[in-house]
């Protein structure tokens, strides 16, 4: 028996052995990580809005304007002014990142909070006719700051039929926007 333990105890620290001197998995080779960043002096201002608040008017519109679910009319460009911006360092982006309890979780646009409200949505667009779903794109228009501290962030709202019987009624909607930097 105990012929039996030694022999036990002696291949065990032979195979212990044997495993300290196995050949360690080399990690790959390193490399360089490079971090970079800016430093901005404070936000730009708007400079076309009363306290940061700016009103849309929409034009008055008919129902038969519509022609079913999703179709839009009375396109109206609206821009942020930005004065004040951040000039250094040089290449300074700024956009407006748009929240709030407002916006549609469905398709991204801004519902009618009016109380004798139509059967309409108000949807954002860039400058180009493009429509933005606020939900999955919360930046969608970026302006370079020039030289001067200026830049100017160009959007569109429209009304959007929500559904395919568009009813007459007044519209309101509203949206909170933050300035950010890139």
Not at 35 to 53: D, E, L, M, Q, W
Not at 116 to 130: C, I, K, Y
């Amino acid at each position: 028996m105990n012929l039996k333990s030694s022999l036990l105890a002696t291949a065990l620290a032979v195979a212990c052995g044997a495993l300290a001197l196995a050949p360690t998995a080399n990690a790959a080779t390193g490399g360089t990580i490079t971090i970079t960043g800016k430093v901005i002096a404070p936000t730009c201002s708007v400079s076309n809005a009363t306290a940061g608040n700016l009103s849309v008017n929409l034009p008055t519109v008919l129902t038969s304007a519509f022609s079913g679910s999703g179709s839009t009319t009375g396109a109206t460009p609206f821009n942020l002014a930005l004065t004040g911006c951040p000039t250094n360092p040089s290449g300074v982006q700024v956009a407006a990142q748009f929240s709030g309890s407002g916006i549609n979780a469905t398709d991204g646009n801004l519902t009618n909070t009016a109380a004798s409200g139509s059967n309409v949505e108000v949807q954002l667009t860039n400058s180009a006719g493009t429509a933005i779903n606020l939900n999955t794109t919360p930046t969608p228009v970026t302006a370079m700051v020039d030289a001067s501290g200026n830049a100017t962030l160009n959007y569109q709202a429209q009304y959007y039929a929500a559904v395919a019987a568009v009813t007459s009624g007044a519209v309101q909607a509203s949206v909170q926007y933050t300035l950010t930097y890139q």
